[in-house]
């Protein structure tokens, strides 16, 4: 039994090393190795042609129709992305600055754990957010180490949460004494200048005498009277303040004396803030304490962004982003790192273009390489792009030792390794033209920014992609119908062959898809034919066969609009069908003229061979 159990091991442990021995070093970085991570990448980002980025997650969608479907409009698509990056947080969030040289790939991997926690104490990021217990378990069987995430994972704040934070910690942010005058003073602005001018200069004057050889208790009772206080060594003043107004109104008044330093003290409550005035000995003196608050200052950003430094520096760095699925990368990393995410998806492109220029993403390249043979996988897809290059593409990772090989994280390298092959063969695009005034490749010209949502297909934490086998149709959203209230078991083949032989409006070409167990969508290709569907339905006119039962057993058509209400709604069920039950009875809001070009969108592109069959699962 011991010989057995010795061999067991023996045999795990040769295919443990031979797993590992088909990965590549990926740099891990916790909490422990940020500082020392972060100087080694912004060199490398810098220094880069691209920046690949992919991340891990605690969830996409809790059920089939909750992810980007072909039926979503933009507007839609947009809704979707938001509540997932709003609802799920990022785990782990893998950066590889790489360039190519003839054809070579060179890149330098990164695998960043994050975990979000209230490093500072001051009820900042929130705790809560919700998991997808099978894309957890997904990550598990990749060898994710949750321990490793939960208690040395980075933490961070987003950019509008920072600016929150620095006013809630101002106690080390120092004032420009050179801020802009404040306007035209008023009586009342006249008297508090003037008080807090007069108690400032008796403040001084107390602090100064009391450098003389006097009574100790005298001189201790003047500063008490004077309400100095200590910062440090020097001696300080706290002036209440009760708006900005009246900090512009003590800064201006405080440019009178050359030997003062203002910081702005953390909030009290409400509209209370406290302004603290240091008293410095000589300019050389000033001059310590200001390089010592701004060293603090810059510490103290440092620990409240954590993370988002990363996030910063590409931003900073103006180069090309490279992601597989950059729609619901870049919503999650707008939600977590920038500022809550908009309402509409025109200004969250306007907004995200601004941090990020030059977005490449490899689901819009894969579309421009038709035709493609189906893969199953990502690295399937990259095998078949190299067959199509004449030469092979080769990958270099000089920065990491060959001990220091891990799995967590390896799929942004086989994301550069697809994005090389596909940049190799669409730069000889016979339609990429150069700009003369552009620094840009053409290629990066031609592609760059698309990033218009697809359908998800499977889960981001397998390999699964799409290699689109024929073209899209475009058809409006008023040809569209939802089936709810069928039988349990019903596949989309049943139910084409049920409407097939029911009504003369099925004569024509349609289309039958499940989104999920409880509903179905139907594609009528000729237009009008939807609508006179609904009106059947609607009416009670007697229909032939399979149909008139399944109608009598509660069987339901809805059209678009009530599925644009069902996912503008803030409660989302599991089940299609409820939702759209409950957004029937929802009258709709009348349209206004301003009402924007996503809301207005009323095509999509429809690809039958996107959709989920559930026949097939």
Known sequence: MQYKSSLSNALQTADRRRLVSRQWPIKQVTKANFAEALAEIKTLIFNS???AVSMQRTGRYSSPWQKILPVDTEEIAYLKAKRSAERYQILQFAVCPFSVKDSKLIAHPFNFHLFPRDELKIGMPSYGFSCQSSHLTSMAREGFDFNTCFYNGISYLSRAQESAAIVRMGNLRSIDNGAQSSPVHSVADSVFSERIKSRVKNWRNVCKDSNRTDDALINSLRKVIAGSEKYGSRPCLSIDVCSERQVLLVLEML????DVVPLRAPVKGGDMQVLRVILTSSE??????E???????????RSIRGFRE?????STSQKPVVAHNSFNDFASIYSKFLAPLPLTMNEFCSSLL??????????HLLTKCKPFETSSNLSGSISYLKKRLSAPIDMEIPDQESGNVNVQGHYVLKLCQLFVALHSILKINPEVHESDNSPLSPFVQHHVNNFVPVSDYGDSSAEDIRIWTSSSRRVSTDNLVFLLGFEAGATAGKVKRILHDSDDVFSKEFDVRMVDRTCAVVVFWTPGFAEQFLKIMGSGKLLLGKLREMISEGLRAVDYDTYRRACKSVQWETDLAECLDEASGEKETPISAAKSWQEQQSVI???????INLDDL
């Open 605 to 611: 592109s429809w690809n039958s061979d996107e959709m």
């Open 49 to 51: 042609d691209y920046v």
């Open 284 to 289: 050389e003196d000033k001059n310590l304490l």
């Open 310 to 314: 990363v996030i910063d520096l590409i």
């Open 354 to 363: 601004l941090v990020f220029p030059l977005i490449l993403d490899t689901n």
């Open 255 to 258: 440019k009178g004396f050359a």
């Open 291 to 301: 390089d010592e608050l701004r060293n603090m200052e810059e510490e103290q950003n």
